[in-house]
């Protein structure tokens, strides 16, 4: 596929701006880094991975030429520490973390359109071997089952199409994680079935608590904000020390356990 989304918040993306800093670059020349990087990730055999060719990882050298940077190891291990990059064992490739939850099957109407024009033709082909031509008029019987029935039925109107499932139940929550992250849809049912169950467990005051706090930290992952949300919810309250501060701070311990979350995920991943 030739084109994927690029979003406009990548210009203030907290993780860009990180990546800058830890690289010691611009913001402008991160974002081109990460450019090329979606971009390679696109005409990849398996999109959202990068590879050179079909089961082939690209290697730092690659990357190198392909952007036209040094340092190509930096920039992968900031991105990977930043979770923008995962990096696969199996098979040695590098992943863009998040690709199935901004770039959508959808946009790929190649494989739509193609399978159309088959099924035309086969229509087509149908329709003339069963056509007969007798006393110079032509028999033709209806192409699909679904053209009888709309002869039967001419002028009565048509049902109102049913809106997307994913259209259907917004929250308040909901609501506001997609003015938060720009998203007018869900990647996927199953991050809406995650997402609404934990609401219901915590309430919808905590989850958009949780929601604006990962939109401060350009988080947009909805495991990472659901365990945040359940980690605040049932956080008891802390005692205050003599000088009326908490002895911690509360991102300090949700960012903790998102990350004792996401190294129980790999475990379970790689069987152990």
Not at 3 to 22: M, N, T
Not at 43 to 64: M, N, Q, Y
Not at 97 to 107: C, K, L, M, P
Request: some cysteine; charged content about 30%; hydrophobic content about 35%.
């Amino acid at each position: 596929m030739d084109w994927f989304r690029f979003y406009s918040e990548a210009i203030r993306d907290a993780k860009i701006r990180r990546l800058a800093r830890l690289m010691q670059a611009s913001v402008a020349e991160a974002v081109g880094v990460w450019a090329i990087v979606l971009s390679i990730a696109s005409e990849s055999p398996e999109r959202g991975v990068l590879l050179i060719g079909k089961g082939v990882p690209a290697e730092e050298e690659d990357l190198s030429q392909m952007a036209g940077i040094t340092g190509v190891r930096r920039w992968l291990d900031h991105m990977k520490a930043l979770g923008m990059l995962t990096f696969r064992q199996e098979d040695q490739a590098w992943v863009v973390t998040h690709w199935g939850e901004r770039q959508f099957a959808s946009d790929d109407t190649t494989g739509r359109v193609n399978r159309w024009r088959q099924q035309k033709r086969q229509e087509q082909g149908e329709t003339q071997r069963y056509s007969k031509v007798t006393c110079n008029v032509t028999v033709t019987f209806p192409e699909t089952e679904s053209e009888t029935d709309n002869d039967k039925g001419a002028g009565a109107p048509a049902p109102p199409k049913r809106p997307p499932e994913h259209t259907q139940r917004l929250t308040i929550a909901t609501q506001e994680y997609f003015r938060q992250f720009n998203r007018r849809r869900w990647a996927t049912a199953e991050q809406r079935d995650a997402f609404l169950a934990c609401e219901r467990e915590v309430g919808s005051d905590v989850m958009i608590q949780a929601v604006k706090w990962a939109a401060r930290k350009g988080i947009p992952d909805i495991d990472s904000i659901c365990t945040a949300a359940r980690h605040w919810g049932n956080r008891p309250k802390r005692p205050v020390t003599v000088n009326g501060r908490e002895a911690a701070s509360k991102n300090d311990e949700i960012e903790e356990a998102i990350r004792i979350s996401r190294e129980r995920a790999r475990a379970r991943k790689a069987g152990t």
